[in-house]
């Protein structure tokens, strides 16, 4: 038997999400010689899979290509790629906290530096911290994926950068010039009938998966994503709204 611990977190007490990510797991693995034998939700939102038969390791492979998988401390290196959830937004002026879920030998979360942030997102402009998570919507629960740089047992610090396809996605978003809406904790059939239900399906182009629970949706260019917010708020009462503006953003780097 082995145990497989996944990078996804899932942002909802609900037993209903609970019980669809445990089907999700279960079908995507269906055709393996295998057999889940214990599904456990961690209290910080994560989860674990215990696995057991011939085709355990080539299992644990799949769901890890699906979801990603959580390291030790010890385990990570230089250079290493991860999936993580910012966790302390705005709380400090140094940088931004991402929890990638390290739980062994201790709890350790990811910093992404000021110094960092600048370098990839600002043109290395003395943005401060604050107006960065401001304008690219960086805020508690959004995923990203990590390049790391550091990692120390010792120090128990890891800091890291955003990876090659973080910034792309990034640039990419910039260069379409789209007003886009993050939405974290609802499905991506929760967001479709929202838009249904309050007419708006017409203001947006897409919805992009970017977790399990987390989306974000592309408005049409006379569409304001700080206008749906109060609209799909009242739908999606659970769910947490943030705007990523490429206007607001090219606003702030010329201000700097």
Known sequence: MIKVSLATKIHTKKRESFRLFDKEVRDAIKDLDVSISAVIFEEAGYVTISLKGDDEIAAANYLTSLYGKRANLGELKEGDIVKGYICSSGKVGFGIF????????????????????????????????RKIIDSF???????????????????????????QNQLEL?????????????????????????????????????IEKLGWMENIISCKFNTSAKGLIPILGRVLPKAKFEIFSPSRIKKVLKEN
Do not use: C
């Not at 805020?139 to 890891?158: D, F, H």
């Open 170 to 206: 990034f640039e990419r978003w910039m260069e379409e010039s789209l007003d886009r809406l993050y939405i974290v904790g609802a499905f991506e059939n929760e967001i479709e009938n929202a838009l249904t239900s309050t007419n708006h399906e017409k203001d947006i182009i897409s």
């Open 98 to 129: 991402v929890d990638i879920g390290i739980k062994e030998p201790y709890a350790v979360d990811a910093l992404l530096p000021m110094y960092a942030l600048r370098e990839q997102l600002t043109e290395n402009k003395k943005v401060p911290v």
């Open 137 to 163: 919507g960086l805020v508690n629960n959004i995923p990203l994926e990590l390049t790391i740089v550091k990692a120390s047992i010792g120090l128990k610090k890891i800091e890291a950068k955003l990876s």
